[in-house]
């Protein structure tokens, strides 16, 4: 599974730091703060999906609380489709 580049995207998270993968993300400007990211999954991964239903999360906290987060395979459920920024 990777991260990909998709319409609306406004930044790039770890873009120079190369100890990390570059993350294109959309970042909210709102109170919650979303950063929402689009990963696409391999072949094989798809198939794995297929057959157990099952995604696992590995998140780094840095011995933080942890932030919610929310899977989804749906655009729509993270992001409003407007006419005035594309998304």
């Known amino acids: 599974m990777k991260p990909i580049e998709f319409k609306g995207q406004n930044t790039i998270a770890a873009k120079d730091q190369p ?7 959309y970042k909210a400007t709102t109170i919650q703060g979303e950063c929402i990211s689009c990963w696409k999954l391999s072949f094989s991964e ?3 999906l297929l057959f157990t239903g099952k995604i696992w999360i590995s998140m ?3 011995n933080k609380p942890i932030m919610p987060i929310y899977p989804t395979t749906k655009k729509t459920d993270v ?9």
């Open 19 to 25: 100890q990390y993968k570059s993350l294109p993300l």
């Open 46 to 48: 798809r198939i794995r």
């Open 60 to 62: 780094m906290t840095f």
């Open 79 to 87: 992001l409003i489709i407007n006419s005035k920024n594309n998304l």
